[in-house]
């Protein structure tokens, strides 16, 4: 069965500056897509980020990148110039054969203005 | 984006009554749509998946029989919570996908369900 772990409960952050959350997984399958989503206050899921597992190069959306290290199943998300609106609850998701998204127990963060 | 909706937003019922949550793909067809449960500063728990025109598949531990799921259309899934007891008192929340291994799922808002 997938896991995923976030080692992260809690994480803090100043405005514009820079934050990693991570994230491991264990899967058997050899591809497959891994998401983060943010869990704003208002409980609205949004797709921060998507990396394809069998493309090397690391995923870029504006301020968020993610390090994706497929041997070691790792895929950390990167948050440059934090900003108020980015403090939510992060959950990290690789996605299985099934479609089935598998969350981490996600990192909550904040932002210190 | 793709848009979903989902309602009630919040509803609070006596214990013993069922509540159905209706969960709508409003610009697109769902092939596939997906339930979750969520407790406060907890993670999405998946409840069931469903297939429009079949049978839902559920996760382990859920009851079938307590938690009913229909998708009758490409657009619409609904979970009834039956003979509902304070202990279903949780955050519900449905997503659509159009299938396939880049499966995104676009999330409803949420539904807060009360059983008093």
New interface residues.
């Given amino acids: 069965a997938q896991t995923v772990t976030q080692s992260q409960p809690e994480m803090s952050v100043q405005e514009a500056e820079t934050v990693t959350l991570s994230c491991t997984y264990d899967t058997s399958e050899s591809?497959?897509?891994l998401?983060w989503?943010k869990q704003p206050p208002?409980?609205?899921?949004?797709?921060v980020i998507?990396q394809?597992a069998y493309k090397q190069q690391n995923a870029t959306e504006n301020r968020f990148s993610v390090n994706f290290q497929k041997a070691a199943k790792s895929f950390s998300l990167k948050i440059s110039d934090s900003q108020l609106g980015d403090a939510a609850m992060y959950?990290c998701a690789p996605?299985n054969?099934?479609?089935?998204?598998i969350?981490?127990?996600?990192t909550?963060l904040s932002v210190k203005p | 984006g793709a848009v979903v909706s989902q309602h009630p937003s919040r509803v609070i019922c006596k214990s013993g009554t069922s509540v159905k949550i209706e969960c709508r793909s409003l610009d697109f067809q769902a092939t596939t749509m997906f339930w979750y449960r969520q407790f406060p500063k907890k993670s999405l728990m998946l409840m069931a998946t469903s297939n429009e025109g079949s049978k839902a598949t559920y996760e382990q531990g859920v009851e079938k029989d307590k938690f009913l799921i229909n998708h009758a259309s490409l657009t619409l899934s609904t979970l009834t919570v039956t003979s509902a007891h304070p202990e279903d008192s949780s955050f519900y929340i449905c997503s659509a996908g159009i299938g396939g291994l880049n499966n995104e799922q676009f999330f409803g808002p949420g539904t807060r369900l009360t059983v008093l």
């Fill in positions: 591809d497959y897509y998401f989503y208002s409980r609205q899921m949004i797709l998507r394809e959950f996605i054969q099934g479609g089935k998204l969350f981490g127990q996600g909550e």
